[in-house]
């Protein structure tokens, strides 16, 4: 049972040691955003909790250990997919959500699943590439100031400022103190001035104009991105580089965002990214998380016969098949085992049941979860227990309007109720259609908030219901509008 998505508001909790990840510190730091599904939690929880168990194990003992993947089996909205994605972000590890039902097998148009590992790869590496940029921020930064500096007061030669240096206007009201003295020593304390103006931030007003680098631009080969290319697209790269030369780009920007586009650009120059690669591929290997979702759309329908998309369906489990059970696939970065790789199935089963993938596919994942519908109960806790949970964003949106939600008791009950009545008369979606009846009910004052200035406005049983009412009643519109 799940809270919404929309984990991005609330503040990210500090990363927890791996030795420090019990199966119960990943299920109460699970808990914390996601409400019930103790069996899937503690199923992953186990799971992660090996990875740590197999890097202590020594010898040959530690190959021959491989992960255990997951079915998750229940409706949409019910949590499968954020339990994934929390478990990932916990551990640090790189993650990609895929849908099977977008996979085609080898030979029709359309992408071809050894694009998932390939995903992987680029997240790796981008994980790690951040990773380097934030350790090699500090000293970036003073690389950064440097050439500002130089931007700000070009170094003097024979009277002259050196050529490509952009002055800076005369610097007015409180900076007008620090002007250029004659001399090399006046120079250099001059320098020294402007440095402490721009620590205090007060050039932040000036604009000043700065090259920066940009990758060259690859359109006619990204065209192909995507359509079950991949591989002939990064051989074409490699062997036309010179349609990726890097370029330059004058901007005019603000002195702070100038700071931060050189910063980012110096950290770039210092990141070793050989090192960065090689840590990348070594971490996706060990440590990636591939969640597969939609799995019960290419599982073939019981009595269906053998023919039409029933084929195709097959044809992707089974290319599935060796990359789940471990292989070597090729990705730009070099090749990426996925043998240690843990795979997260999940699907709803409505029509096929997991008896309807192949017999070998069945077997690599022995591990299968059933997550439980959402209740009444459940809903009323979704939407105030979790971090993350919608009435608080909803506050936290208002309040940068200066108004104040203040959300009654009662008028959770009766959300949560109208959420549980409407899955039970319609498609149940889970906690998603708590999305739909919180829009329907604050859309007014969503509206309305930058004219009514700093107010509280109370959210009553009867002000939901006064909101709701009249698609309530309309049985043809409520299932177009909820």
């Given at each position: 049972m799940s809270s919404p998505k929309g984990s991005s508001s609330a503040s990210p909790s500090p990363r927890i040691r791996p030795e420090k990840l019990t199966p119960k510190?990943?299920?109460?730091?699970?808990?914390?955003?996601?409400?019930?599904?103790?069996?899937?939690?503690?199923?992953?929880?186990?799971?992660?909790?090996?990875?740590?168990?197999?890097?202590?194990?020594?010898?040959?003992?530690?190959?021959?250990?491989?992960?255990?993947?997951?079915?998750?089996?229940?409706?949409?909205?019910?949590?499968?997919?954020?339990?994934?994605?929390?478990?990932?972000?916990?551990?640090?590890?790189?993650?990609?959500?895929?849908?099977?039902?977008?996979?085609?097998?080898?030979?029709?148009?359309?992408?071809?699943?050894?694009?998932?590992?390939?995903?992987l790869a680029e997240t790796a590496v981008q994980m790690l590439r951040e990773e380097e940029r934030v350790r090699m921020k500090p000293r970036a930064r003073e690389a950064a100031e440097d050439r500002l500096l130089d931007i700000l007061l070009p170094p003097v030669s024979h009277g002259r400022s050196t050529s490509g240096a952009i002055p800076m206007p005369a610097i007015g009201d409180a900076t007008s103190r620090a002007q250029v003295p004659h001399g090399a020593d006046g120079i250099s304390g001059s320098r020294e001035d402007l440095r402490k103006l721009l620590r205090d931030?007060?050039?932040?007003?000036?604009?000043?104009?700065?090259?920066?680098?940009?990758?060259?631009?690859?359109?006619?080969?990204?065209?192909?991105?995507?359509?079950?290319m991949e591989d002939m697209m990064a051989n074409l790269k490699n062997m036309m580089p010179q349609m990726q030369r890097t370029q330059t780009k004058r901007r005019r920007l603000t002195v702070p965002e100038a700071m931060e586009a050189l910063t980012d650009e110096e950290a770039a120059k210092l990141i070793d990214t050989d090192k960065v690669t090689k840590e990348a591929m070594r971490r996706a290997e060990q440590a990636g998380i591939i969640f597969i979702d939609e799995i019960?759309?290419?599982?073939g329908r019981?009595?269906?016969?053998?023919?039409?998309?029933?084929?195709?369906?097959?044809?992707?489990?089974?290319?599935?098949?060796?990359?789940?059970?471990?292989s070597t696939i090729s990705t730009k970065y070099g090749p990426l085992k996925t043998d240690h790789v843990l795979f997260i199935a999940a699907g709803a089963f409505h029509v096929s049941k997991p008896k309807d993938l192949i017999p070998e596919l069945q077997g690599r994942f022995p591990i299968r979860?059933?997550?439980?519908?959402?209740?009444?109960?459940?809903?009323?806790?979704?939407?105030?227990?979790?971090?993350?949970?919608?009435?608080?964003?909803?506050?936290a949106l208002l309040a940068t309007e200066g108004v104040t939600l203040d959300i009654q008791a009662e008028a959770v009950n009766e959300i949560a109720r109208v959420a549980a009545d409407v899955n039970a008369r319609?498609?149940?979606?889970?906690?998603?259609?708590?999305?739909?009846?919180?829009?329907?009910?604050?859309?007014?004052?969503?509206?309305?908030?930058?004219?009514?200035?700093?107010t509280t406005i109370p959210i009553t049983a009867a002000y939901v219901r006064d909101r709701l009412g009249s698609v309530l009643k309309d049985e043809d519109l409520s299932q177009y509008v909820l």
């Amino acid at each position: 049972m799940s809270s919404p998505k929309g984990s991005s508001s609330a503040s990210p909790s500090p990363r927890i040691r791996p030795e420090k990840l019990t199966p119960k510190a990943i299920v109460e730091e699970l808990d914390r955003y996601i409400i019930g599904q103790k069996s899937a939690k503690r199923a992953v929880a186990v799971a992660l909790r090996n990875r740590w168990r197999r890097q202590q194990v020594e010898g040959p003992m530690r190959d021959e250990i491989t992960p255990k993947n997951i079915m998750l089996i229940g409706p949409t909205g019910v949590g499968k997919t954020e339990i994934a994605r929390r478990l990932a972000k916990l551990a640090g590890a790189p993650f990609v959500k895929v849908e099977a039902s977008k996979f085609t097998e080898v030979g029709y148009v359309g992408r071809d699943v050894d694009s998932m590992v390939r995903d992987l790869a680029e997240t790796a590496v981008q994980m790690l590439r951040e990773e380097e940029r934030v350790r090699m921020k500090p000293r970036a930064r003073e690389a950064a100031e440097d050439r500002l500096l130089d931007i700000l007061l070009p170094p003097v030669s024979h009277g002259r400022s050196t050529s490509g240096a952009i002055p800076m206007p005369a610097i007015g009201d409180a900076t007008s103190r620090a002007q250029v003295p004659h001399g090399a020593d006046g120079i250099s304390g001059s320098r020294e001035d402007l440095r402490k103006l721009l620590r205090d931030g007060k050039l932040d007003e000036r604009t000043v104009e700065i090259e920066t680098a940009e990758a060259g631009q690859t359109a006619v080969i990204d065209m192909f991105a995507g359509s079950g290319m991949e591989d002939m697209m990064a051989n074409l790269k490699n062997m036309m580089p010179q349609m990726q030369r890097t370029q330059t780009k004058r901007r005019r920007l603000t002195v702070p965002e100038a700071m931060e586009a050189l910063t980012d650009e110096e950290a770039a120059k210092l990141i070793d990214t050989d090192k960065v690669t090689k840590e990348a591929m070594r971490r996706a290997e060990q440590a990636g998380i591939i969640f597969i979702d939609e799995i019960d759309k290419v599982a073939g329908r019981q009595g269906g016969g053998s023919g039409g998309p029933d084929v195709s369906r097959e044809g992707v489990q089974r290319d599935l098949l060796p990359i789940v059970e471990g292989s070597t696939i090729s990705t730009k970065y070099g090749p990426l085992k996925t043998d240690h790789v843990l795979f997260i199935a999940a699907g709803a089963f409505h029509v096929s049941k997991p008896k309807d993938l192949i017999p070998e596919l069945q077997g690599r994942f022995p591990i299968r979860v059933e997550l439980e519908s959402l209740t009444g109960n459940d809903l009323v806790r979704i939407l105030t227990e979790p971090e993350n949970a919608l009435t608080k964003q909803y506050t936290a949106l208002l309040a940068t309007e200066g108004v104040t939600l203040d959300i009654q008791a009662e008028a959770v009950n009766e959300i949560a109720r109208v959420a549980a009545d409407v899955n039970a008369r319609m498609e149940n979606i889970g906690a998603r259609r708590l999305h739909t009846i919180m829009e329907l009910v604050l859309d007014d004052l969503a509206f309305e908030a930058p004219e009514l200035g700093n107010t509280t406005i109370p959210i009553t049983a009867a002000y939901v219901r006064d909101r709701l009412g009249s698609v309530l009643k309309d049985e043809d519109l409520s299932q177009y509008v909820l």
